[in-house]
Nanobody, 125 residues
Framework: QVQLVESGGGSVQAGGSLRLSCAVT????????MGWFRQAPGKEREGVAG???????DYADFVKGRFAISKDKAKITLYLQMNYLKPEDSAMYYC???????????????????RGQGTQVTVSS
């Protein structure tokens, strides 16, 4: 069973930064496509960023140039660095993963099989 545990959420002012972390089951880390998606109250899930097993990344248009996804094999952790945060970025952020994914695009991430419990991000104006 794959476990994903997010951390790093919080409250920041617009223009600020946060880094989300996702601890991953060690045996699965290198074999998973992974990514982040978010969901705000009353809204649909939105894929934010995805990353393939070889490190190739994809981003939703609304975060390009502001967010960066990365992973650290030694720490068995997935990251999402979020800069220039906007109030509309406020949501619950989830880490997700899937074996042998057909696509690691940001849009595919909400449909990945494994997901964590989420971490809240709140951006005030």
């Amino acid at each position: 069973q794959v476990q994903l545990v997010e951390s790093g959420g919080g409250s920041v002012q617009a223009g600020g930064s946060l880094r989300l972390s996702c601890a991953v089951t060690p045996s699965a880390f290198s074999r998973l496509c992974m990514g982040w998606f978010r969901q705000a109250p009353g809204k649909e899930r939105e894929g934010v960023a995805g990353i393939d097993t070889d490190g190739s990344a994809d981003y939703a248009d609304f975060v390009k140039g502001r967010f960066a996804i990365s992973k650290d094999k030694a720490k068995i952790t997935l990251y999402l660095q979020m800069n220039y945060l906007k109030p509309e970025d406020s949501a619950m952020y989830y880490c997700a993963g899937m074996y042998t994914c057909a696509s690691f695009s940001a849009g595919a991430v909400p449909f990945f099989k494994f997901r964590g419990q989420g971490t809240q991000v709140t951006v005030s104006s």
